[in-house]
């Protein structure tokens, strides 16, 4: 069991800057790909960004990529956000969510945990 818990977001004007963590313990943080997700309102939950267990390889989704970053510090057992020039489309209950196995997915049918959220919303 890989327990997750996401932290960071808030209420931001358009263009400002936000950083999602995802703390995770009850195992071995490196054995595991991290990605993080998004819900808005009323829309199903859509792939944001994925790192694989190092953080070496990466992905992004069209939308977010150029803004958003993703990383983890495995010493520290926890992921990372960090999104930049936020546009109010970018207003979401944003998830981290881990999946056994090093390598990285965009799909969330492959994740094995997940966070219980943290919500965003961005200003015009």
């Known amino acids: 069991q890989v327990q997750l818990v996401e932290s960071g977001g808030g209420l931001v004007q358009a263009g400002g800057s936000l950083r999602l963590s995802c703390a995770a313990s009850?195992?071995?943080?490196?054995?595991?790909?991290m990605g993080w997700f998004r819900q808005a309102p009323g829309k199903e939950r859509e792939f944001v960004a994925t790192a694989n267990w190092s953080g070496g390889s990466t992905y992004y989704a069209d939308s977010v990529k150029g803004r958003f970053t993703v990383s983890r510090d495995n010493a520290k057992n926890t992921a990372y956000l960090q999104m930049n020039s936020l546009k109010p489309e970018d207003t979401a209950v944003y998830y981290c969510a881990a999946k056994v196995g090093r390598g990285y997915s965009t799909s969330h049918f492959v994740y094995d945990y997940w966070g219980q959220g943290t919500e965003v919303t961005v200003s015009s």
């Open positions: 009850g195992r071995t943080f490196s054995n595991y790909a």
